[in-house]
């Protein structure tokens, strides 16, 4: 079946340590989209990309990075810059970039806790 | 003012009873609007979208779309209480260059209780 997949589920990180979050689809869509998710709060756009070797920051990038070599993945990695990085990831797609209805498939997240 | 905005809840219905959630969004032009269900510790998913001014009924689910006065609603009628879940309204909002290119802006979410 086709989906994301996001690795890990749970992730627990010392303060000062770079974690990187893993996302993976196999739907062959060219947009990919890391959104962030506080307790009680809707989801704020980190990063997306529209194509292969291609990104932009979205509201709130400050702290983290991306990468986009593979169609198929989009990595996501919460830097030590970050200053209060405990919260729900997730990762989305869509087909394409731009036009049309857009609809977002999710994964099924990576909850991160800071120690 | 917040891009988008949804009524703070949470909302509590009785079985059987009609749940209704509203958004109002701030940028004009939007074009596209989705809602979302997430239940706890999971992964939002889409139940209904809406493009034209108007209604749109899906089974249970009847979306509304007002783009004068800039607001979409969800109605859930006979609602369960499968139903509890949180509600994110989303809309694709247009950045300063006129494109949106999919990104969404979502609301901060309307919990919503059904009991028996």
């Known amino acids: 079946d086709g989906g994301i997949t996001q690795s890990p589920k749970y992730l627990f990180r010392k303060e000062g340590q770079n974690v990187t979050l893993s996302c993976e689809q196999n739907?062959?869509?060219?947009?990919m989209y890391w959104y962030r998710q506080d307790p009680g709060q809707g989801l704020r756009l980190i990063y997306y990309s529209q194509i292969v070797n291609d990104f932009q920051k979205g509201d709130i990038a400050e702290g983290y990075s991306v990468s986009r070599e593979k169609k198929e993945s989009f990595p996501l990695t919460v830097t030590s810059a970050q200053k209060n990085p405990t919260a729900f990831y997730l990762c989305a797609s869509s087909k394409s970039p731009g036009g049309g209805a857009n609809v977002l498939t999710f994964g099924a997240g990576s909850r991160l806790t800071v120690l | 003012q917040k891009e988008v905005e949804q009524n703070s809840g949470p909302l509590s219905v009785p079985e059987g009873a009609i749940a209704s959630l509203n958004c109002t969004y701030s940028d004009r032009v939007s074009q596209s609007f989705f809602w979302y269900r997430q239940y706890s510790g999971k992964s939002p998913e889409l139940i209904m979208s809406i493009y034209s001014n108007g209604d749109k009924e899906d089974g249970r689910f009847t979306a509304q779309l007002n783009k004068a006065s800039q607001y979409v609603s969800l109605l859930i009628r006979d609602s369960q209480p499968s139903d509890s879940a949180t509600y994110l309204c989303?809309?694709?909002?247009?950045?300063?260059?006129?494109?949106?290119?999919?990104?969404?802006?979502f609301g901060q979410g309307t919990i919503l209780t059904v009991h028996p």
């Open positions: 989303a809309v694709k909002i247009m950045d300063a260059g006129g494109t949106s290119y999919g990104k969404l802006t």
């Open positions: 739907l062959n869509h060219d947009a």
